[in-house]
């Protein structure tokens, strides 16, 4: 069973830091390529980072760029987004999701299992 299980959400002001966790298991973890994806209340759930198998190549959202940076330790099983200058329009839950493909996607049909999702709420 694969298990995607991510932490680190809660509540910040803006201008403040968060760093997401997402511990990966059930799955041979260095053959996918992760992401992280956002929905916020009544909105679509919309592609935030993804990153390769091996980490070597990155893919942003443009309203993250130069404030988000994910990476991954395929020896822990674990992929981090770190969150930086956060606004008010970042609040959203956060989920974590795995593709088999070498690269990541920003389609959100690309992926194949997905994490029950943390709650970040940026305060202005």
């Known amino acids: 069973q694969v298990l995607l299980v991510e932490s680190g959400g809660g509540l910040v002001q803006a201008g403040g830091s968060l760093r997401l966790s997402c511990a990966a298991s059930?799955?041979?973890?260095?053959?996918?390529?992760m992401g992280w994806f956002r929905q916020a209340p009544g909105k679509e759930r919309e592609f935030v980072a993804g990153?390769?198998?091996?980490?070597?190549?990155?893919l942003y959202a443009d309203p993250v760029k130069g404030r988000f940076t994910i990476t991954r330790d395929n020896a822990r099983n674990t992929v981090l987004l770190q969150m930086n200058s956060l606004k008010a329009e970042d609040t959203a839950v956060y989920y974590c999701?795995?593709?088999?493909?070498?690269?990541?996607?920003?389609?959100?049909?690309?992926?194949?299992?997905w994490g029950q999702g943390t709650q970040v709420t940026v305060s202005s």
């Open positions: 999701t795995a593709d088999r493909q070498t690269l990541p996607s920003n389609s959100i049909s690309a992926y194949d299992y």
């Open positions: 059930g799955l041979t973890f260095s053959s996918y390529a």
């Open positions: 990153i390769s198998r091996s980490g070597g190549s990155t």
